[in-house]
């Protein structure tokens, strides 16, 4: 506004209340506000090959999936079969969280986990019912027992032991140990389990209704979720012992067939302890402490992926690329669980970072491991990308 009288020069009000408010000759600009976190810029990736699926072999499953459901359709009708695969989806998530945890260290790419799940759903259902219908059309009905104890065992795991081998000729990249083995097993042993329930569930609701449905869903969907898991982990912990030690295809081949034995009889044992003895004290006095025996290992062998994450991220450590107390963040359980708490407690929440910097991390070490063994082609190549995104990372947890 402007004041004065006639022929009085007019003047401007101060726009500030305070001298001491006056700005200089020259006022800086407020500096602008940045994002508490800046979107990361577009990083290298570890080479895919070795580590995914071809389309061929989805698509391959994806024809004898519609066999599978006209199997059903016309051999259960479609409402048996509706509620058989509904219920069956009960144990199947049961063992995708056993899973989950097991793999949290150092989880296996999708495309891999996809596949075994579906050959272990797909392909052995199939071949094992191509092989019955087979032995059937030769030498006609088996008793119980043959069936049972020792045709299923033999046939179902040799069916499912080679899900895991192709799994480790397609993605031999990312299937470097034991842990991993037991991780593929225990998807196609799920997947087999998954579809296997759809056909015992039907059966049931056929020839004894709800109550005899709800024993078969108490015996094999809360009893025993875990047994066809648990019989192809074998198989798949002795392939990715082999694989930990070399690339062969023949070494990893004789090894599954060690483990594929001992998933044979596991398998023989518990069908056969559901004809020959009290299943609920056979459960209780054996089954039990061998699923608890079994978790035990896991822990024991996570501990073993733990040590070498550390052994290896030390590595980078005495070159500069990591601060020993990031190894210890990296590496142990309670010091991922810190450090996520510390990097919520950041402006933005910049957990996702976080889980970034791990997961690379954890993917950086293993890289290593591959490499001192002299298994992995392109282990140069995924070392670049990954000390690349961790670096950029690490810097965009710490900006401000």
């Not at 063992?95 to 052995?124: Q, S």
Request: hydrophobic share 55%; glycine share 10%; charged share 15%.
């Amino acid at each position: 506004m402007t004041f004065g009288g006639p022929g009085q020069p007019l003047h401007t009000r101060p726009a500030y209340s305070s001298a001491f408010e006056q700005p200089m000759a020259y006022a800086p600009p407020a500096p602008i506000v940045q994002p508490a976190a800046p979107a990361l810029p577009a990083l290298p990736v570890p080479a895919r090959k070795g580590r995914t699926v071809s389309i061929w072999a989805f698509g391959i499953l994806g024809f004898v999936l519609l066999a599978l459901i006209g199997y059903f359709v016309w051999a259960l009708g479609p409402e048996a079969s509706g509620v058989g695969l509904v219920i069956a989806m009960v144990p199947l998530a049961i063992v995708f969280m056993g899973v989950h945890l097991i793999d949290r260290w150092e989880p296996e790419p999708k495309p891999l986990i996809a596949f075994a799940i579906a050959w272990g759903a797909i392909g052995a259902v199939g071949i094992t019912l191509i092989v019955d219908l087979g032995i059937t059309m030769l030498i006609g009905l088996r008793t119980e027992v043959l069936s049972t104890v020792v045709q299923a065992p033999i046939i179902e795991e040799i069916a499912k032991g080679l899900g895991i081998f192709f799994v480790f000729l397609m993605g031999r990249r990312a299937f470097d140990g034991p842990i991993d083995g037991i991780v593929y097993g225990a998807l196609i042993g799920g997947g087999f389990a998954f579809t296997e329930n759809i056909q015992y569930f039907a059966i049931s609701l056929l020839e004894g209704g709800g109550s005899q449905l709800t024993a078969t869903f108490v015996m094999r969907g809360l009893l025993s979720p875990f047994a066809h898991a648990m019989f192809t982990a074998l198989t798949g912990f002795a392939m990715g012992l082999a694989a930990r030690r070399s690339a062969s295809k023949s070494a990893v081949f004789g090894a599954g067939c060690i483990g594929l034995v001992a998933a044979m009889l596991l398998h023989g044992f518990w069908n056969g302890s559901a004809l020959f003895a009290d299943f609920f004290a056979l459960y209780l006095s054996l089954q039990v402490p061998l699923f608890i025996g079994f978790i035990l290992a896991i822990v024991a062998l996570r501990r073993e992926e733990a040590r070498v994450t550390r052994a290896r991220l030390s590595e980078y450590s005495a070159a500069g690329w990591f601060t020993p107390e990031e190894v210890t963040m990296l590496a142990t359980p309670a010091g991922r669980k810190i450090g996520m708490q510390w990097a919520a407690s950041l402006s933005g929440d910049r957990r996702p970072l976080m889980k970034q910097f791990i997961l690379d991390s954890t993917a950086l070490a293993a890289v290593r491991q591959r490499a001192l063994t002299g298994r992995d082609p392109l282990a140069a190549d995924d070392e670049r990308a990954l000390l690349t995104r961790t670096r950029a990372t690490r810097a965009a947890l710490l900006a401000y």
